[in-house]
């Protein structure tokens, strides 16, 4: 699990592409997802996610990738990630990288952890 907060002062592109090796045979393993919500609201403003859909394979392994383009209007936002790998023992070849593409420098990632309580505002 990782989360980072950032805030927009205007409409912004923003790309995720996800990147990743999960095994082929259980539908479930190997999961990652990509969650962006606005701090104030609170609401899920875009979520991304992939995870192994096939059976048989054996515990061969299998590339994929994904990604999604959108954009945000201006305001606070958190960004989450969460992986499982539900076979750990097993699949020590399994990862996912994200990339996310249009924070730049005028929208510094920061730790969420140091927030207002009411707003998850960071102070």
């Known amino acids: ?16 592409k996800l990147d990743g090796e999960i095994e082929k045979q259980n539908p479930g393993y190997d999961g990652i997802q990509v969650v962006i919500t606005n701090i104030l609201t609170g609401d899920v403003v875009k979520e991304l996610s992939d995870v192994s859909d096939a059976f048989g394979g054996g515990c061969e392994m299998v590339h994929r990738k994904s990604e999604v383009e959108f954009t945000l209007p201006p305001g606070d936002y958190e960004i989450e990630v969460f992986v499982n790998s539900t076979d750990g023992l097993f699949h020590k070849t399994a990862y996912w990288t994200v990339e ?24």
Do not use: M, W
């Open 1 to 16: 699990y990782a989360s980072k907060c950032f805030t927009l002062a205007e409409d912004t592109s923003i790309k995720i």
């Open 100 to 123: 996310i593409e249009g924070l730049g420098t005028e929208n510094e990632l920061s730790p969420c952890c140091e927030c207002d309580p009411e707003l998850r505002i960071a102070k």
